[in-house]
C-alpha cells in the first residue's frame, strides 16, 4: 500500500516573512508537526515565517527568536536536497544556548522556488545568501555576533563568502559540517558527467544512508514530500566550476569549527579538508569515527558528541554579555 504524503504546495504561495501565530494553525501546523517543529514553540518569544525575494527566487525562510537572552545570530544553510525542516535538532541546541536562528531552504530545496534541485552558477547561491542577510538586517532581525553554520553544501556556500569578502566580514566564526569540495569518486563522476550531458539532463537520485540513523533516511525516502528524486547535471556542472573558483581565492583568517564524520562516502573528505586547511588556516578539525555524512541527523549518541564540540565552540565565541530580546531592534 502506498503512504500518502502530506501536502505542503499551499505554502509555495505563502505570503511575505511575517511573524507566525503561535501555535500555528491549518497547513502551517501540520508542517510543523510533519517534520517535529512543534515541539520547539515553547522555547521562542517569536517565530517569522515566509518568503524572502532575493536574486529572483522568493526564499522560504524562518526566524526564530528564542526566550532567553540573545547571544547573537546563527544563520543556517541546509545541504544539497535538503531543506529547513529537517534540521529540528540542530535548531533545538541554538534556541537553548540563547541563538536566535535564521533558517532558509536553497533556491530548488524545500518551499524555495526555482527548478527542483538545479542551479547553473553556485554563485546564484551566495548572491541568494547575501540578498537574505540584507533584507533581514534592514527588518532588525540579525542581532550580532553572526555565525553562519552550513552542512555540506551550505558549507561550501558560506566558506565561498567568507573567503570573497574577507576585508568587510559580515561573520564573526564559521561551523562547517561535513562540508564540500569535491564529492566522493570525483574523478570517474567527472567523466560520466561530460560523456552523459550532451544527451540527458538529470539522472536518478539514489537514497543511500548518508547517516547511521537509518529511520532518518527510510524517511526521506519514503515520508518527506519536499524531496527530489532526481540530479539535475546542470547542478553537476555548476560544482564543478565552483570547484576551481573557490579554490583559487585568497585564505581568510576566520575562526572556523569543522566537524567531520570518517565514515563519510558522500564527500571526499580527506582531500576537502587538506584544501580547507590552506583556505581557513584559522580552522579546527574534529573527526568522529563513527560518523557519517548528514551530521545533524546522525543516530543519537553521534549526534550528541559532536553537538558538545559545536555548542562548546559557539559559547567560547560568544562570551560576554548577552543581549535580551526586549534590546533588539525588531523587539514590540
Given at each position: 500500500m502506498?503512504?500518502s504524503?502530506?501536502d505542503f ?5 505563502a505570503?511575505?516573512l511575517a511573524p507566525l501565530?503561535?501555535p500555528?494553525?491549518g ?9 517535529g ?9 517569536d ?9 529572483g527566487f ?9 526566550r532567553t537572552?540573545?547571544?547573537?545570530t546563527?544563520?543556517?544553510v ?20 540563547g541563538?536566535?536562528v535564521?533558517?532558509w531552504d536553497?533556491p530548488?530545496h524545500g518551499?524555495s522556488?526555482?527548478e527542483?534541485a538545479?542551479i547553473d ?14 533584507r533581514?538586517e534592514a527588518k532588525?532581525?540579525i542581532?550580532a555576533p553572526?555565525i553562519?553554520i552550513?552542512?555540506?553544501?551550505g558549507a561550501?556556500?558560506?566558506?565561498t563568502d ?10 564573526q ?9 569535491r564529492p ?7 567523466l560520466?558527467?561530460r560523456l552523459?550531458?550532451?544527451f540527458i539532463?538529470s539522472?536518478?537520485?539514489?537514497y ?7 529511520a ?17 547535471l ?12 573557490v ?5 581568510c583568517e ?6 567531520q ?6 564527500v571526499d573528505?580527506?582531500?576537502?579538508l587538506?584544501v580547507l586547511r590552506r583556505l581557513?588556516?584559522?580552522a579546527?578539525i574534529?573527526y568522529h569515527?563513527?560518523a557519517?555524512h ?8 553521534i ?8 555548542y562548546?565552540?559557539?559559547i567560547?565565541?560568544?562570551?560576554g554579555p548577552c543581549v535580551t530580546?526586549?534590546?533588539?531592534p525588531?523587539?514590540?
Amino acid at each position: 500500500m502506498t503512504m500518502s504524503l502530506p501536502d505542503f504546495s499551499d505554502l509555495l504561495e505563502a505570503g511575505p516573512l511575517a511573524p507566525l501565530s503561535l501555535p500555528p494553525t491549518g497547513v502551517m501546523a501540520r508542517y510543523f508537526r510533519h517534520y517535529g517543529l512543534e515541539a520547539l514553540i515553547t522555547q521562542v518569544a517569536d517565530i517569522e515565517s515566509g518568503h524572502v525575494q532575493a536574486d529572483g527566487f522568493r526564499l522560504w525562510t524562518q526566524v526564530w527568536t528564542p526566550r532567553t537572552a540573545l547571544r547573537g545570530t546563527v544563520m543556517v544553510v541546509h545541504g544539497y536536497f535538503d531543506h529547513l525542516g529537517l534540521y529540528g535538532h540542530l535548531l533545538r541546541l541554538l534556541l537553548d544556548g540563547g541563538f536566535r536562528v535564521v533558517l532558509w531552504d536553497l533556491p530548488g530545496h524545500g518551499l524555495s522556488s526555482g527548478e527542483r534541485a538545479a542551479i547553473d552558477d553556485f554563485a546564484t547561491y551566495t548572491r541568494c545568501l547575501r540578498a537574505l542577510l540584507a533584507r533581514l538586517e534592514a527588518k532588525g532581525l540579525i542581532t550580532a555576533p553572526l555565525i553562519g553554520i552550513g552542512q555540506s553544501t551550505g558549507a561550501a556556500i558560506l566558506t565561498t563568502d567568507a573567503l570573497e569578502r574577507s576585508e568587510r566580514q559580515p561573520w564573526q566564526s564559521l561551523v562547517l559540517l561535513a562540508p564540500l569540495v569535491r564529492p566522493c569518486k570525483w574523478q570517474r563522476s567527472r567523466l560520466m558527467h561530460r560523456l552523459a550531458t550532451p544527451f540527458i539532463r538529470s539522472i536518478p537520485r539514489h537514497y543511500r544512508p548518508n547517516t547511521t540513523n537509518l529511520a532518518f533516511t527510510d524517511f526521506l525516502h519514503r515520508e518527506d514530500p519536499l524531496q527530489t528524486d532526481t540530479l539535475p547535471l546542470v547542478w553537476v556542472g555548476a560544482m564543478r566550476n565552483w570547484m576551481t573558483h573557490v579554490r583559487r581565492l585568497p585564505p581568510c583568517e576566520l575562526p572556523t569549527l569543522i566537524l567531520q564524520g570518517e565514515q563519510d562516502a558522500t564527500v571526499d573528505w580527506r582531500w576537502n579538508l587538506e584544501v580547507l586547511r590552506r583556505l581557513l588556516p584559522r580552522a579546527r578539525i574534529v573527526y568522529h569515527q563513527r560518523a557519517r555524512h548528514h551530521l545533524v541527523n546522525e543516530s543519537p549518541d553521534i549526534r550528541q558528541a559532536l553537538f558538545r564540540d559545536l555548542y562548546h565552540f559557539l559559547i567560547t565565541r560568544t562570551e560576554g554579555p548577552c543581549v535580551t530580546p526586549a534590546d533588539t531592534p525588531d523587539a514590540s
